[in-house]
Nanobody
Framework: QVQLVESGGGLVQPGGSLRLSCAAS????????MEWYRQAPGNERELVAH???????NYADSVKGRFTISGDNAKRAVNLQMNRLKPEDTAVYYC???????????????WGQGTQVTVSS
């Protein structure tokens, strides 16, 4: 089985920074896309940032210029550096990876358990 474990959430003041990390474990032969999503209370889960295997990145308009996604396929990890945080960034953040397991010739999506980010003074 494949597991994704996130870390790095917490409480931060407006204007502050946090770095989220997500590491995958299990019988993995290949990782394709890596993404970060977030879900605030009462809202749908939304895509925050995406990085392809080749390193191309995309961001939600609301976080462009403030968040940076980075991935390391060899380490099976993806990070999200969040700067100049705003109260509206408060949400549970989830990582997602598109993974090919050993012996399985297709990619499946796997999610982390989520980590709370709260931006408040």
């Amino acid at each position: 089985q494949v597991q994704l474990v996130e870390s790095g959430g917490g409480l931060v003041q407006p204007g502050g920074s946090l770095r989220l990390s997500c590491a995958a474990s299990g019988r993995i032969s290949s990782i394709n896309d890596m993404e970060w999503y977030r879900q605030a209370p009462g809202n749908e889960r939304e895509l925050v940032a995406h990085i392809s295997r080749g390193g191309s990145t995309n961001y939600a308009d609301s976080v462009k210029g403030r968040f940076t996604i980075s991935g390391d396929n060899a380490k099976r990890a993806v990070n999200l550096q969040m700067n100049r945080l705003k109260p509206e960034d408060t949400a549970v953040y989830y990582c997602k990876m598109r993974v090919m397991r050993v012996g399985i010739l297709r990619f499946d999506d796997y999610w982390g358990q989520g980590t709370q980010v709260t931006v408040s003074s």
